[in-house]
Nanobody, 123 residues
Framework: VQLQACGGGLVQAGGSLRLSCATS????????MGWFRQAPGKEREFVAT????????LLADSVKGRFSISRDRAKNTVYLQMNSLKPEDTAVYYC?????????????????WGQGTLVTVSS
């Protein structure tokens, strides 16, 4: 399974970015999808997840009210809209396919990972 994440870049604090992640396999439409991030020297952490049909989403407390996750099943693509970005949001962002139809927050519940896209937020 190939996952292609894109949309990262350099943005000033308070700005917005939208990440997208396309998966090559249509069968992943029955799986939840998730976004994680990893800052330098830190462990990979959960950001957001969305269920197979888009009906259920879960966001990390650190991004609630600022980020949102959505998916287009017809395009096999999941999105992460990031608003009001802060310097502490700087990280490599990864998308992943869950082993479940409803997502979870642990990396152990995800089976396929994209290559990551770098988001840098300047103060």
């Amino acid at each position: 399974v190939q996952l292609q994440a894109c949309g990262g870049g350099l943005v000033q604090a308070g700005g917005s970015l939208r990440l997208s992640c396309a998966t090559s396999r249509r069968t992943n439409s029955n799986n939840a999808m998730g976004w994680f991030r990893q800052a330098p020297g830190k462990e990979r952490e959960f950001v957001a997840t969305i269920s197979w049909n888009g009906g259920t989403t879960l966001l990390a407390d650190s991004v609630k009210g600022r980020f949102s996750i959505s998916r287009d099943r017809a395009k096999n693509t999941v999105y992460l809209q990031m608003n009001s970005l802060k310097p502490e949001d700087t990280a490599v962002y990864y998308c992943a396919v869950s082993i479940y139809s409803v997502g979870a927050t642990s990396t152990q519940n995800y089976k396929s990972w994209g290559q990551g896209t770098l988001v840098t937020v300047s103060s």
